[in-house]
């Protein structure tokens, strides 16, 4: 399958301070990239969706503000957690297809962010 | 409501004792229905596709099933290295297009 790299693999900050997760799709053109949140022994809950070039459209109860989410290109995603908490920490995932939203063709994964605010 | 339900939670298997895992659904407009296979602190890895009623798809000791109301995965003959959690995921376009995922099943084989 392709291969969807994911940028820091962990990540330890202060609270207050704002993190920037990497996710890079290495041998295809990832049209749209899906950025999940995904709690322990929990399911992925999808936090927002992106196509490449246009803003990101967040599911209900997900704060743009926070969660700024960048599509520069068809192979680069970033997930920018703004002033972190200690509550958003998690494990991110992203996913990445060579499609628009509109479409049945599987995504591919990143290998996850755990992030641990302190 | 669209909702994908996974059972059981957790099966415990010995190696070799054969069993399924389900992924019950109810949506509109299914465009695709996704098992993926997700080892601890890793990302989920994709291992079938399914689109229409009847259609099987296997790989290695695994085999998927497809009805309008669930699927199965079928494990063969398992190994240890077959532990993990197996998600299900359901994409659908009822108010736009969208991936809702089940809550997985944690499998553990013994050797």
């Known amino acids: 399958g392709a291969v969807v790299s994911q940028h820091p693999s962990w990540v330890i900050c202060k609270s207050g301070t704002s993190v920037k997760i990497e996710c890079r799709s290495l041998d295809f053109q990832a049209t749209t990239m899906f950025w999940y949140r995904q709690f322990p022994k929990q399911s992925l809950m999808l936090m927002a969706t992106s196509n490449e070039g246009s803003k990101a459209t967040y599911e209900q109860g997900v704060e743009k503000d926070k969660f700024l989410i960048n599509h520069a290109s068809l192979t680069l995603s970033t997930l920018t957690v703004t002033s972190a908490h200690p509550e958003d920490s998690s494990f991110y995932i992203c996913?990445?297809?060579?499609?628009?939203?509109?479409?049945?063709?599987?995504?591919?994964f990143g290998q996850g962010t755990r992030l641990t605010v302190v | 409501e669209d909702q994908v339900t996974q059972s059981p939670e957790a099966l415990r298997l010995q190696e070799g004792e054969s069993s399924s895992l389900n992924c019950s659904y109810t949506?509109?407009?299914?465009?695709?229905l996704f098992w993926y296979r997700q080892d601890p602190g890793k990302g989920p890895e994709f291992l079938f596709t399914?689109?229409?009623a009847g259609e099987e798809k296997e790989k290695e000791r695994l085999k998927a099933t497809l009805t309008k109301k669930e699927s199965f995965l079928h494990i063969t003959a398992p190994k240890p290295e077959d532990s993990a959690t197996y998600l299900c995921a359901v994409r659908t376009h009822t108010g736009g297009f969208k991936t809702i995922f089940g809550a997985g099943t944690r499998l553990f084989v013994k050797a």
């Open positions: 949506v509109s407009g299914l465009r695709g």
């Open positions: 399914l689109y229409s």
């Open positions: 996913s990445g297809a060579p499609f628009h939203r509109d479409s049945s063709t599987e995504a591919f």
